[in-house]
């Protein structure tokens, strides 16, 4: 089946972390509302300290019903994040950490959910990430094929 090409960005943006994203995550809807996107955030809203699947399943549920034009997930490495986001059958969460990376993840594999390593990035390359995100279609074609094969039935 054809994925969408291009993200719905009449719908929000589903966003969420654990405490080690959490300042990253305030900066990136900070960032997503100056663009004029709407923004459902799914927590956590705090620093303390918090199970990052309590915030990535909601996030990827969004998405994967359509409630949500993309996911972004933050943590410190972006391991458990992308982990539990990839559990839900509609979601291609891909961890990226440059911009060439996030370019790859839309144009080759057709990610819906990004998921920034907040230890690892400085919080201007995390932006320019979801920007290329938002920004990069994917491509379809050869990489169609092997979208299609990821899902396990």
């Given at each position: 089946?054809?994925?969408?090409?291009?993200?719905?960005?009449?719908?929000?943006?589903?966003?969420?972390?654990?405490?080690?994203?959490?300042?990253?995550?305030?900066?990136?809807?900070?960032?997503?509302?100056?663009?004029?996107?709407?923004?459902?955030?799914?927590g956590?809203?705090?620093?303390?300290?918090?199970d990052?699947?309590?915030?990535?399943?909601?996030?990827?549920?969004?998405?994967?019903?359509?409630?949500?034009?993309?996911?972004?997930?933050?943590?410190?490495?972006?391991?458990?994040?992308?982990?539990?986001?990839?559990?839900?059958?509609?979601?291609?969460?891909?961890?990226?950490?440059?911009?060439?990376?996030s370019?790859?993840a839309r144009?080759?594999?057709?990610?819906?959910?990004?998921?920034?390593?907040?230890?690892?990035?400085?919080?201007?390359?995390?932006?320019?990430?979801?920007?290329?995100?938002?920004?990069?279609?994917?491509?379809?074609?050869?990489?169609?094929?092997?979208?299609?094969?990821?899902?396990?039935?």
């Amino acid at each position: 089946m054809q994925q969408h090409t291009t993200f719905d960005t009449t719908l929000p943006v589903a966003i969420g972390s654990d405490h080690a994203g959490f300042e990253y995550k305030e900066e990136v809807i900070s960032y997503l509302e100056a663009k004029g996107l709407t923004v459902k955030d799914f927590g956590t809203h705090t620093k303390d300290s918090v199970d990052y699947p309590d915030y990535a399943h909601p996030v990827s549920t969004a998405v994967e019903r359509g409630l949500a034009a993309f996911g972004i997930l933050v943590c410190g490495s972006a391991n458990g994040v992308a982990i539990t986001a990839n559990k839900h059958q509609g979601i291609r969460a891909a961890i990226c950490w440059g911009e060439e990376l996030s370019r790859l993840a839309r144009s080759h594999n057709n990610a819906n959910v990004l998921c920034i390593p907040a230890r690892f990035v400085d919080v201007a390359v995390a932006n320019q990430m979801v920007d290329v995100f938002i920004d990069t279609p994917f491509e379809g074609g050869r990489h169609q094929n092997r979208v299609s094969k990821m899902a396990c039935l």
